[in-house]
């Protein structure tokens, strides 16, 4: 079984509406860290949790990682078209390598 | 600071030729790691060198993949008599020594007919 779940798979929201990302480990995370990816392209890091109960924000976008430190949330406020595009989670374990989830096709229509 | 440099971006390959895949990793980045995204699909690990050592592969498949990371020049992800579910695009991505967030390349994608 996956190790590293996202929910939703897709998401499509009217532009302005907030929306949340989930990423759960089946492990204790060492790290968890979000990418973006816009179609056809590579991966922007945006932000890495590494205790239990953190929570980072950069502009509209806010992530958390659990007290147990095995799910994550990302939530984006006031959500625009430039959002749009891929989230990928990575997990680190006591591994020297990033393992990432299935990902989430987010779409922002007007 | 240029970041990771992959090329080429696009490759086509006929069934049964080789792939070479280059990755230059950031300056001052010793680790590399190689991805491999399936269409619709999440990026899976394939390997993680540092210069000169394969540290981790367990994410190659055991035959026709290959990977190496020399002392000078790019790192190369290698795939001999290419099939077509080798159609997928590959990323590389780079570390500095003591790790932290990865940074990654635009990706070579590869298409076999």
């Known amino acids: 079984s996956q190790e590293l779940e996202q929910s939703p798979q897709s998401l499509i929201v009217q532009e302005g509406k907030n929306l949340t990302i989930n990423c759960t480990s089946s492990?204790?995370?060492?790290?968890l860290y979000w990418y973006k990816q816009k179609y056809g392209e590579g991966l922007i890091f945006l932000m890495m949790?590494?205790?239990?109960?953190e929570e980072k924000s950069h502009e509209k976008i806010t992530a958390k990682l659990d007290e147990k430190k095995q799910q994550s949330s990302l939530h984006i406020t006031a959500s625009q078209p430039s959002h749009a595009g891929i989230y990928l989670c990575?997990?680190?374990?006591?591994?020297?390598?990033?393992?990432f989830g299935t990902g989430t096709r987010l779409q922002v229509f007007p | 600071n240029a970041g990771v440099m992959q090329n080429p971006r696009h490759l086509v390959r006929r069934r049964g030729q080789e792939a070479r895949l280059r990755c230059s990793p950031m300056?001052?980045?010793?680790?590399v790691y190689w991805y491999r995204q399936l269409p619709e699909e999440g990026l899976k690990f394939m390997v993680y060198?540092?210069?000169?050592?394969?540290?981790?592969e367990s994410g190659m498949p055991k035959e026709r993949f290959s990977a190496e990371f020399p002392k000078e020049g790019p790192s190369i992800l290698r795939i001999q008599q290419v099939v077509r579910g080798d159609s997928a695009a590959y990323f590389c991505?780079?570390?500095?020594?003591?790790?932290?967030?990865?940074?990654f390349g635009e990706g070579s994608r590869l298409t076999v007919l």
């Open positions: 991505a780079s570390s500095p020594p003591l790790r932290g967030e990865l940074f």
């Open positions: 492990k204790t995370l060492y790290g």
């Open positions: 949790l590494q205790k239990g109960g």
């Open positions: 990575g997990a680190e374990y006591n591994t020297d390598k990033l393992i």
């Open positions: 300056k001052g980045h010793s680790h």
């Open positions: 060198l540092q210069k000169e050592n394969i540290i981790d």
